[in-house]
């Protein structure tokens, strides 16, 4: 019983990494029709940055890491709005091309930022309650799991609420249904794409911070691990839609969790074969948008 | 081809000059001139497949175009789409195209350009709205929809509306209904109406222009081309008598 | 007519998302019939063409081809059954040249037409046919033309083209005037004859009522996803129920 | 595609010489300072030149999927892996008594190919249920699903983080050794030919017609009865195969293989050879792979050397990292050039080709399920 709590809320804790990646990529694609390989880059760059800024403020403390999610996010939304206006506006219905250019910036970026932190993890240091257990109907669980999901609980909130009630949201809502008529409306969608790229930069960034202190390390690949079972998630979620990414990212990771620890470390195949059942059955995902 | 343009330029809200547009690399509008008063219904009609809905696409830019399309005496042909609109462009799109998982009300809200938006008179025309402003676009009826693709052009304050099949696929009392929206709106804001049922066209249309092979066949007053018959059958392809019978008579 | 129906639509009908977009259409078409489908825009003529050939899947309902049982199979059995089709706007191998085009049809008629160990050669028997088909349309000039180059009206004679190549026993042109200069009109009118030689079936959606008069044995008349009626041209004209609901003229 | 039947005797006769000039290389002295690191005939530039010419097969085989059949794939360096680790695992696993020892050679390879084959017909019907940005994303699952297998170190067959060292007791003296260079080289030269000639084969089949107008236009292939399902299977198992022999040969020129062929970004690094030569046209994959290879061979000679080094950190740090430069290099050509390398001299010499890459399609198509 107690392995089974673990496993499952160690699971939502990794879920909750895979969902801030994973909420992002579907936005973008639900409103531009972008794949964006570039997305694990900007969530290392927040975690890079994010942590050099904790560093400097005072290491382990609850208001230095404050600083790092803030900073993480908010780098992660500078340099994803960044792409978007420099890069993908550019090619404004090349989707194809749109998808290159995010390639070349994935591979790029990676080199950069192992020419500039080098190509051993830099290990963090977070608050030691986060690295202590607590214990739950027997299981002792990583303090640090309980964070993860609560953050990405507040991220989910947080981008229901603004698509809910803001104008924007609201642009961007009729923007994933049919963006040329939003533009008939007289409204620039543009705005709403650099928008979305930012907002999933930040849940990214905020992830890349989270994500270390799960792994208990940042290094130039961790973007993209975890961008690929972001893919994952949202080919399973079903593609653009922001709740099949939250279910998705849950049962992914849960999955995971526990074929690594009952079929003996197979977890990432279980995965790719969830993913293969799926498509086989669903081809559109849990919750894509067409019957 | 005979382009009885007005004289008189200024009294033209919207001239199109050599519109050219493509769609994917293929032309589908090719090289269409007319213009448009500042007052009453301008109907723009044609055989089916003929451009005429690629042609009020060209004049918003949804497609890609090129040529002269001057609105209120300033060229718009290089605005992108969003621009040409907040110059005071409504637009009720073919096939309604209202947002299908937002509410009647979001919708609408969507669609308010200006910090004044024209409620009352939305509310005056289609009431039915306002009961249902919690409900999801999708689940209205093609009526109603069509009512809330037309309130969202008659939100704003504009200077010409583009009406592209109000009337298609809707059911009699409906297409009565939404021309006599369309004749309120009207008194205030010149029209240009895509329109393929005659009789809607008897009853609003001031000026017709009519599209062939893509390029403009006839201009001139409405009653200068539904009063003769044989205009009609020559430029639409239809046989027509007047009134109800009007459907098509064997040859 | 005393012959066995080639195809048969029995109470046919389609639900998305609980909207009915078609309901209850019953036609049951003998061997060698020319059909003309008229009603106005959103009145489900492509909608039933699309039910016919699979691209949509009936919700109710049967269709049957050559006695076949066919409501889920998939376009390419319908297609192999003997059943071409044509779309509202050209659909064609842009990229590839026009003889391409129909050699793959007839490539994919005659079977094998994918395999890894069989090459097209210029004198195989795949490409005369093809010849022989573009020159049967007049496009012999353009073989070796992009097909996404071609005008408006080539490319409706290369589909057409495509459909000889595969010989089906049921063909379905859906607006094949549609976009077509007035002067490519009687041609084209010519090749479609040319289709229904040799004891075809012809399905045809048109708006040009001179074409659909011209031509077909009888008409049915589709509104609002229902078949109002169908007969030959002067019963289905003078057709009370057709009269009262087909309000307005198409255009 | 224009003139299909009619190829021109000077086009082969151009093909046969330059197979013919690159097969005597190894025999002549030609020195290209700044390209190459010596003499045509030295080890060094015939490794070189072998593992450009690997590469620009396993690109071909990429510009199969992606350049003629419009199916934009993120997983195609599984396939190369395949050949690569399955070639090592049959060699040291598979060695009847009774066969010859070249015979046994000759068989592990066919098996190898054979393995990348059903491989990829496994991985391609699973895949190809979905197209579009589904179909690139789910191959990439794949692709990492691999990696992690090949890292995983199962039955102690993939050597892990370390990689596979190739077991030279299975293999022909011939390829072994640094002095047998040159024939590994033209093991290489005979691999890209073969897999030319393949592509080639395919191309002008009725099948490679099929999948070309697949990538124009789905529905229609369907409405003329084909099911385009199993002809994009047939296309993605020999572009499968393919990979493995290249993998194959990859194997014997580096005496072994480490797991970075098996990761996606070798994928997207041959997405990016791909592009960068041209989308389309086989000799753009094999140009963007030759270029590449030589860019990514001399820019990490760059980044190594002196100069980098006295940099400031500003300068330093980019320049020392050749991806980083070929990425940028990348996204330049994706903006400016669209139609890469090859379409510097295409765009003048054809101009009535359609502009644009075909991989378009893909993506356009998606509804039509």
Redesign the interface.
Known sequence: MSTVVLLLITGLGLGALYFLVASGLSLIYGLMGVLNFAHGSFLTIGAFIGWEVARRLSDGSWWALAAAMITGALVGALVAAATEFFLIRRLYNRHIEQVLVTVGLALASVALFEGIWGTDPTYVTSPSWLGQTTEILGARIPNNRFMLIVVAVLVLVAIVLFLKFTRYGLIIRAGVENRLMVTALGIDVRRAFTLVFAIGGAAAGLGGVLASIYYGYVSAHIGGSLLIFAFIVTVIGGLGSLAGAAIASVLVAVLQQFANFYLGGTGDLAVVLALAAVLLLRPRGLLGAKA | MSTNSSTNLSSNILTVRNLYGRIE????VEDVSFDVPDTGVTAL???????KTSTIKSI?G?IDRTGEVTLGGRRVDRL???KV??LGVG?V?E?R?V????TVA?NL???E?SAKPNRALVEKLFPDLVQRQAQLA??LS?GQQQMVSLA?ALL?QNRLLLVD?P??????KI?GEVAQALLIAARTVPILLV???????RQLADRVVVL???RVVFTGEASELLDHPER?QRF?????GSG???????? | MPAAPVLSIEHVGLQIGGARILQDVTLSIPRGEMLGVIGPNGAGKTTLFNLISGVLFATEGVVRLNGRTMTREPIHVRARAGLGRTFQTSSLFNGLSAIENVRLAAQAAAGGGSLVTRFPRATDAATRLAADRLDEVGLADHAQSLAGGLSHGDKRKLEIAMLLAMDPSVILLDEPMAGVGSGDVPGLMEVIRTLHHGGRTVLMVEHHMEVVLGLVDRVAVMHHGELLACDTPAAVMNNPTVQSAYLGDPV | MRSLWSRPVAKITAGAALVLFMALLPLLNITIPGIFPGATYTPGTLQLLAYAMLIAALALSYHLLFGLAGMLSFGHALFFAAGAYGLGIVLRNFSPTWMPADVTFIVAILITVLIGFVLAALVGSVSLRVTGISFAMVTLAFAQAGSVVVRRNPGGQTGGEEGLTLDVSQVPDSLVGVLNTRNLYWLALAVLVTVYLVVLWVEKSRAGHVVAATRENELRVRVIGIRPYFVRLLIFSIAGALAALAGAAFLLLQSGVSPRVATPDFTLTLLVIVVLGGVGLRWGAVLGAIVYTLLDQRLTALAGSEFIAGLPDVLRIPLSQPLFILGTLFILVVLFLPGGLAGLTRRSAWPHRPKRGSGERMLETEETI
């Open positions: 690399g293929q032309q589908v009609l044609g055989r089916n497949g003929v451009g918003l949804l992108p789409t969003h609109v907040q637009y799109p096939d195209e947002f299908g998982k937002l979001e809200k969507l669609a350009r999708g689940t093609g969202r704003n099949e009337t298609k696929g809707l059911s009699p297409v329109e393929q049922n005659l009789q809607v066209i062939s092979g893509g009609i639409l392809g239809v046989h027509s109800q019978a009007d459907a098509a008579v064997p040859a």
